[in-house]
């Protein structure tokens, strides 16, 4: 029997610590990249009143009815009606009023006739209207009030993202004001006595650092704000001063500290030395990403401790720390899009452990899409990295994926 905990077991205890942050109201404007977290009723009718759906005419329905381009129904224009006209003109039998799309429809009238059905147009809109062609049934081209949303209608549930299209629902529906739960803020540390910036000289033994920009850029993905990233050498002493900081209330504390790196079973485990008060160190049925660490401070802060080589790292975020900032900003759905597809190639899989391949998806044929890898599968080729748009997930209990293969696909972008 594995003594490999499962990538579930490890998932719930995660979310388990991930209470949602605290939430408030914030203008409209200032809502973007925040998640719902009471539902947005409607403050107004969508539409608010009865309008135009094109530009034309308002008509009774019975005065055109029979209208054919051998026999036009002849009106007379007793009124011109632009967008944010309060007017609401009478239409008499045989009356039509000239409207723009929009424009609240009189009263009297019960459909719209566009320009293009009549004989003039807009070019001959005024005095007197021939039309050519009848609309297809009383109400044609007229929007009702309230055929969206009724006033109180739920327009937006409680725990979703708010985007462009979110907003303008809102904002359509008459509210200026929404509850969302804060972003959460999230220090980014990598470790490692080997790191240097990007750019810098490299001495024998030394590696660009990579994964605080990784992880940092995956955080504000997530909806977080980074407010620390730093690279630190295996020393405790620096990790704990580090980490003072970045917890303490009076600098405006993170809510997740991600560590990268000193989490395995090596002779420098700087995290897992460290933090071994703090954090559950185990080891997961998953490749890559086996090594994980985790814990909570006093304060609340999570703690999440990764394995070093990038695209470990770049895994274990997305199956471990991603789902835990959505559940901290109260998202109802944290779950990527799934898709199956065939293997446009083969690759091997670990035995015993469910496997997370980058990859990419061969779409020359858009009926017809394919996965491949996009990287030879070494957790540590962070330059393959970059062209992966998916994980190919395969189940521990499968030994190998052969050309053609359903697979599932985890899409990232």
Same mark, same amino acid.
């Given at each position: 029997?594995?003594?490999?905990?499962?990538?579930?077991?490890?998932?719930?205890?995660?979310?388990?610590?991930?209470?949602?942050?605290?939430?408030?109201?914030?203008?409209?404007?200032?809502? #973007?990249?925040?998640?719902?977290?009471?539902?947005?009723?409607?403050?107004?009718?969508?539409?608010?009143?009865?309008?135009?759906?094109?530009?034309?005419?308002?008509?009774?329905?019975?005065?055109?009815?029979?209208?054919?381009?051998?026999?036009?129904?002849?009106?007379? /224009?007793?009124?011109?009606?632009?967008?944010? @006209?309060?007017?609401?003109?009478?239409?008499?039998? $045989?009356?039509?009023?000239?409207? +723009?799309?929009? =424009?609240?429809?009189?009263?009297?009238? *019960?459909?719209?006739?566009?320009?293009?059905?009549?004989? $003039?147009?807009?070019? *001959?809109?005024?005095?007197?209207?021939?039309?050519?062609?009848?609309?297809?049934?009383?109400?044609?081209?007229?929007?009702?009030? $309230?055929?969206?949303?009724? /006033?109180?209608?739920?327009?937006?549930?409680?725990? &979703?993202? +708010?985007?462009?299209?979110?907003?303008?629902?809102?904002?359509?529906? !008459? &509210?200026?004001?929404?509850?969302?739960?804060?972003?959460?803020?999230?220090?980014?540390?990598?470790?490692?006595?080997?790191?240097?910036?990007?750019?810098?000289?490299?001495?024998?033994?030394?590696?660009?650092? =990579?994964?605080? /920009?990784?992880?940092?850029?995956?955080?504000?993905?997530?909806?977080? /704000?980074?407010?620390?990233?730093?690279?630190?050498?295996?020393?405790? %002493?620096?990790?704990? %001063?580090?980490?003072?900081?970045?917890?303490?209330?009076?600098?405006?504390?993170?809510?997740?500290?991600?560590?990268?790196?000193?989490?395995?079973?090596?002779? #420098?485990?700087?995290?897992?030395? @460290?933090?071994?008060?703090?954090?559950?160190? @185990?080891?997961?049925?998953?490749?890559?990403?086996?090594?994980?660490?985790?814990?909570?401070?006093? =304060?609340?802060?999570?703690?999440?401790?990764?394995? !070093?080589?990038?695209?470990?790292?770049?895994?274990?975020?997305?199956?471990?720390?991603?789902?835990?900032?959505?559940?901290?900003?109260?998202?109802?759905?944290?779950?990527?899009?799934?898709?199956?597809?065939?293997?446009?190639?083969?690759?091997?899989?670990?035995?015993?452990?469910?496997? #997370?391949?980058?990859?990419?998806? *061969?779409?020359?044929?858009?009926?017809?899409?394919?996965?491949?890898?996009?990287? =030879?599968?070494?957790?540590?080729?962070?330059?393959?990295?970059?062209?992966?748009?998916? #994980?190919?997930?395969?189940?521990?209990? &499968? *030994? %190998?994926?052969?050309? !053609?293969?359903?697979?599932?696909?985890?899409?990232?972008?």
């Amino acid at each position: 029997m594995s003594d490999l905990r499962t990538v579930e077991e490890h998932l719930a205890d995660v979310l388990a610590a991930a209470a949602p942050l605290p939430a408030g109201p914030v203008a409209l404007a200032e809502a #973007y990249g925040r998640t719902l977290r009471e539902p947005v009723r409607a403050a107004v009718d969508i539409p608010v009143f009865d309008n135009s759906a094109m530009d034309g005419f308002a008509v009774r329905f019975a005065d055109v009815v029979d209208a054919a381009e051998h026999a036009p129904a002849v009106l007379q /224009v007793v009124a011109d009606l632009p967008a944010g @006209t309060d007017a609401d003109p009478v239409l008499r039998p $045989g009356e039509a009023a000239r409207i +723009m799309t929009g =424009s609240p429809v009189p009263a009297d009238a *019960d459909a719209i006739v566009p320009f293009e059905d009549t004989e $003039g147009g807009l070019a *001959d809109s005024l005095g007197e209207v021939r039309v050519l062609r009848a609309p297809r049934a009383p109400g044609a081209h007229v929007r009702r009030a $309230g055929e969206d949303a009724l /006033v109180g209608a739920e327009v937006l549930p409680a725990g &979703v993202l +708010m985007g462009p299209l979110q907003a303008a629902a809102a904002a359509a529906a !008459g &509210v200026a004001e929404v509850v969302v739960t804060r972003h959460p803020r999230v220090a980014v540390i990598s470790t490692g006595s080997e790191l240097v910036a990007p750019g810098e000289p490299l001495l024998r033994g030394q590696i660009p650092e =990579s994964n605080s /920009v990784l992880l940092a850029g995956l955080a504000a993905d997530a909806g977080a /704000v980074v407010v620390r990233r730093e690279s630190v050498p295996d020393e405790p %002493a620096l990790l704990d %001063a580090l980490l003072a900081e970045v917890a303490a209330p009076e600098g405006g504390a993170a809510d997740v500290v991600v560590f990268s790196g000193g989490v395995s079973a090596g002779a #420098y485990e700087v995290v897992k030395t @460290t933090l071994a008060q703090t954090m559950s160190f @185990t080891k997961l049925a998953m490749q890559p990403g086996k090594p994980q660490g985790f814990g909570r401070l006093p =304060s609340g802060v999570l703690l999440f401790g990764l394995p !070093g080589n990038p695209v470990s790292a770049a895994v274990s975020f997305e199956v471990f720390v991603r789902p835990a900032l959505l559940r901290l900003q109260g998202r109802t759905a944290a779950d990527r899009r799934v898709l199956s597809l065939p293997a446009a190639a083969g690759w091997r899989t670990p035995p015993g452990r469910r496997q #997370y391949l980058p990859a990419t998806i *061969d779409r020359a044929d858009p009926r017809a899409w394919r996965v491949r890898p996009a990287t =030879s599968g070494g957790s540590h080729l962070a330059g393959g990295l970059g062209r992966a748009e998916a #994980y190919a997930i395969v189940p521990a209990e &499968v *030994d %190998a994926v052969a050309e !053609g293969d359903l697979v599932d696909v985890m899409l990232i972008s």
